[in-house]
């Protein structure tokens, strides 16, 4: 046990592990042991009395009737807070279902959230399969388990540690049965849960962000899923971010090999919306997963303000590009809507090839680098982002790039890519020029550029479980090679770009991208050490919920699956771990198609209870009838 300088005991019975507790902890340490029973019935116990007079003779408080679902109202404890609180085996008593036991869990760590420091720890430990978690052994089924983590969700705790409830080191300790009966509870195979307070769950806000744009400052409301990564400064040099690390790296291996020239300026986030040309280079599917937004004028605006609403800019633009909506016709609402946005949020580095090659800091010869986060519009998975940060290599010369440089850029890319991995069993880094390439990915994360790039390019996969059939191929970037004349009069260019977000979550085993962006400290202090391992999760068996929606859409409506997962996604500010459509329908008679979707709602670093679950649900189904036009079932 850690050295906690006070520690709370609840629900003891003859106080043999409040002894033990004392006699293993350091001289600094509080003890306040307590129990529910009054003291005559304690007394009676066997070796209770004696324990009590040890307890007190080393200092340590003890009380009697204190109940460990109202420690606030405690006088006795009062005006008290600890580091730690014990809770052994809690039980209701004889033939107690698992429902009453839950109920009882849930209002002592309420009870517990009211005492307990902000770093303070909650230990419960449970009889083997008690706790509904994969450390039991066996599993119990959910429904059949006291269901241990989603009850301390209710009170803000997260599951942080299980270890094995060990009497050997507790060699005092007596088990006793429920309210200090003779009959003890069976521990072999029990665990010890460990809980520690999160970061509140917070509230869907817009906030008015400042981007620099040819010289001058631009104000915009930034999109409220984008609010907590518009602006995080991850690769800064000074950065213990696992991104920030990967990113190193990378310019580390390929400046050993090539000249390298990094910008001393950063690139702007916003792209200016040109209605002349196909200003999203050429790509019309873009037009589905841009982020649009509209300069306002600071002054008259709060940069906190809070919105109950979705802002009536959800568009959707699913395979129209700009010029084809207006030859078309049709859509002149959306069009209008669309014009009236004077910006947009940069989809990829891409965007500013031009900027970089007519720059007078542009030379030939040269490995040219950009870096910085990107933003756009995706489906809810494990693996696909709305923000990431991407790193551009740009390499120019008056002759084409030929073989014998793409082949030197391939070996350091992999050499860089390996060493990263190192840690990562059963991998390689491939290199696949197949045009029509129908290897199964995990993910698709990058811009499509083909029709910028039409020419020579090939993808950059990790694969892992190479020798067995149930292989994975994870892509994380392109590179493009383009011949002089066709982005620049004069010069040949050979272009590659990486999720370095993705990257990072395969050399540091993170399974979920949502935790990068993470505020709680605990994920950074992992890889503050000099020698990084894998990422150890601080939320352990977070609980899981499932909710299902189902629509008609409206007769003459299109339904737009990017923005149905957008609003999902602003809506629930990312406590919907992943979106399946679960069935379409249409209707014999009327021809009207209706869709089932379920979201299984799940924090990776915060405490999601099912009472907020349910009303993030509710608060969606809202939402979706009312700016997705269609019609709830």
Same mark, same amino acid.
């Given at each position: ?121 909650? #230990? ?46 507790? @060699? ?66 000074? @950065? ?6 990967? #990113? ?34 050429? @790509? ?172 020579? #390019? ?176």
């Amino acid at each position: 046990m850690k050295d906690f300088c006070n520690i709370l005991l609840v629900g003891e019975g003859n106080f043999s592990f409040s002894v033990s507790v004392c006699e293993t902890s350091g001289p600094n340490t509080n003890i306040t042991a307590t129990c529910y029973e009054e003291e005559e019935v304690v007394a009676a116990q066997k070796d209770a009395f004696s324990n009590v007079q040890r307890l007190k003779e080393k200092g340590a408080a003890v009380h009697f009737q204190v109940d460990c679902t109202k420690l606030q109202y405690c006088p006795v404890l009062a005006p008290a807070v600890f580091d730690c609180v014990i809770f052994n085996f809690p039980h209701c008593g004889r033939k107690a279902g698992v429902k009453k036991n839950r109920d009882l869990l849930a209002k002592f760590f309420l009870s517990c959230a009211e005492v307990l420091t902000a770093k303070g720890e909650v #230990h419960v430990a449970l009889c083997r399969g008690q706790g509904g978690t994969p450390a039991d052994q066996p599993v119990r089924e959910w429904h059949n388990s006291w269901q241990v983590v989603a009850m301390a969700a209710e009170a803000g705790f997260i599951l942080s540690e299980v270890i094995p409830f060990k009497t050997s080191e507790h @060699c005092r300790y007596k088990n006793t049965g429920y309210r200090s009966q003779d009959k003890s509870f069976h521990i072999e195979g029990a665990l010890n849960h460990i809980f520690t307070r999160c970061l509140p769950i917070g509230c869907s806000r817009s906030v008015i962000f400042q981007a620099k744009f040819d010289d001058k400052w631009i104000s915009f409301h930034v999109p409220e899923e984008l609010v907590e990564k518009i602006d995080r400064n991850f690769l800064e040099r000074t @950065c213990c971010h696992p991104v920030s690390i990967v #990113h190193g790296q990378l310019i580390k291996d390929v400046s050993e090999i090539f000249p390298v020239h990094r910008f001393s300026h950063s690139h702007s986030l916003l792209v200016k919306v040109n209605f002349n040309r196909a200003s999203f280079y050429g @790509c019309k599917g873009l037009l589905a997963i841009i982020y649009f937004v509209r300069s306002i004028d600071y002054k008259n605006s709060n940069p906190w303000q809070t919105e109950n609403k979705i802002p009536s800019a959800i568009l959707s633009f699913t395979g129209l590009s700009v010029d084809s909506c207006k030859e078309s016709g049709e859509h002149s609402a959306l069009i209008r809507e669309l014009e009236s946005a004077e910006y947009y949020l940069r989809p990829s580095l891409l965007v500013h090839i031009q900027e970089i090659i007519n720059g007078k800091d542009f030379l030939p010869q040269t490995l040219h680098i950009v870096s910085g986060p990107v933003f756009r519009k995706c489906l809810i998975s494990s693996y696909t982002m709305p923000a990431y940060h991407e790193i551009l290599f740009i390499w120019g010369s008056n002759d084409d790039p030929g073989i014998e440089f793409l082949l030197s850029f391939k070996q350091s890319i992999a050499k860089s890519l390996t060493s990263l991995l190192k840690l990562v069993p059963d991998h390689i880094v491939t290199f696949s020029d197949k045009p029509n390439d129908q290897r199964k990915c995990d993910q698709s994360w990058f811009v499509n550029s083909k029709e910028l790039f039409p020419e020579e #390019h090939c993808t950059i996969y990790v694969n892992f479980g190479c020798d067995s059939s149930d292989s994975k191929h994870v892509n994380i970037g392109n590179i493009y090679v383009t011949p002089a004349g066709q982005i620049h009069k004069e010069l040949a260019f050979c272009i590659a770009f990486l999720n370095l977000d993705l990257l990072a979550m395969l050399c540091f085993k993170i399974l979920d991208w949502r935790m990068l962006w993470t505020f709680d400290e605990r994920f950074l202090n992992q890889f503050q050490e000099p020698e990084v391992l894998w990422f150890k999760n601080f939320s352990l068996y977070p609980p899981s919920f499932t909710h299902d929606v189902s629509f008609w859409i409206s007769p003459g409506g299109k339904f737009d699956e990017i923005e149905f997962h957008t609003a999902v996604r602003r809506v629930t500010g990312e406590m919907v771990r992943d979106v399946i459509l679960m069935d379409t329908f249409e209707h014999p008679d009327t021809g009207q198609i209706s869709k089932c979707y379920r979201m299984i709602y799940q924090s990776c670093d915060k405490a999601l209870s099912y009472q907020k679950a349910s009303e993030l649900q509710l608060r969606l189904r809202q939402v979706l009838q009312e700016y997705l036009q269609i019609i709830l079932r």
